[in-house]
């Protein structure tokens, strides 16, 4: 079965510099949720986008910025990276809908370093 | 917004020893609560949910319990083997986005 895709894998990048990161969600999944994991913690929710709208803010930094495309792929767009933007972000999606369990499906994540 | 704690934040377990963890979470509005397994560097992976209309759900050596009153749920592996070494994570979301534990270290001894 087709997973969430997120490319880079790995990305490492200089103070600030910028960074794109993509996601690829499931087919026919209309939903897609940018977390973000520093080491040694529970994930955080950034941002999330239904039907290529976004409808919810969670604890995303202004220099971050998020879109969802015509296709469903997302991307998020890092500015002025600092050290402590070090971290694994995940893209998830999920079908949502009355008949839904939305259930998030993880894509491997995108390791960024910031030096 | 939702705040889940979890509780122990490490455990080690003897083989085929049962394990659980215990989460609490502060919206009563809350009604999807998923158990996600994650290994060093990898993704979260579901293991088991639970929506707020149920009370206990099990599939295999896994359970889930909730009580709504209290606001907490629990995960229970049972026959626990090497291979379920990892960190869990416990959620709740009423909105979707998810709100997550701080994570529990379990290890398995062989």
């Known amino acids: 079965a087709a997973g969430v895709i997120q490319s880079p894998r790995h990305l490492i990048k200089e103070k600030r510099e910028t960074a794109t990161l993509k996601c690829y969600p499931i087919?026919?999944?209309?939903?897609v949720y940018w977390y973000q994991q520093g080491p040694g913690q529970d994930p955080q929710f950034l941002i999330s986008?239904?039907?290529?709208?976004?409808?919810d803010k969670g604890s995303i930094p202004d220099r971050f910025s998020a879109q969802q495309f015509s296709d469903y792929h997302s991307e998020l767009n890092m500015s002025s990276l600092e050290l402590g933007d070090s971290a694994l972000y995940f893209c998830?999606?999920?079908?949502?809908?009355?008949?839904?369990?939305?259930?998030?499906?993880f894509g491997p994540g995108t390791r960024l370093t910031v030096l | 917004g939702e705040n889940v704690e979890q509780h122990p934040s490490t455990l080690s377990v003897q083989e085929g020893d049962s394990a659980v963890i215990k989460c609490t979470y502060s919206?009563?509005?809350?009604?999807?609560f998923p158990w996600y397994k994650q290994e060093l560097g990898k993704r979260p992976q579901l293991i088991i949910d639970?929506?707020?209309?149920?009370g206990e759900k099990k599939d295999q050596r896994i359970a889930v319990t909730l009580n709504k009153t209290a606001k907490h749920f629990s995960l229970h592996i049972t026959e626990t083997q090497p291979e379920d070494s990892a960190v869990y994570f416990c959620?709740?979301?009423?909105?979707?986005?998810?709100?997550f534990g701080a994570g529990t270290t379990v290890t398995v001894r062989a």
């Open positions: 087919p026919r999944h209309d939903t």
């Open positions: 986008f239904y039907e290529k709208m976004q409808s």
């Open positions: 639970i929506r707020s209309n149920v």
């Open positions: 919206d009563s509005a809350s009604n999807y």
């Open positions: 998830a999606s999920s079908l949502v809908g009355p008949s839904s369990y939305n259930e998030q499906f």
């Open positions: 959620a709740a979301t009423y909105d979707y986005k998810l709100s």
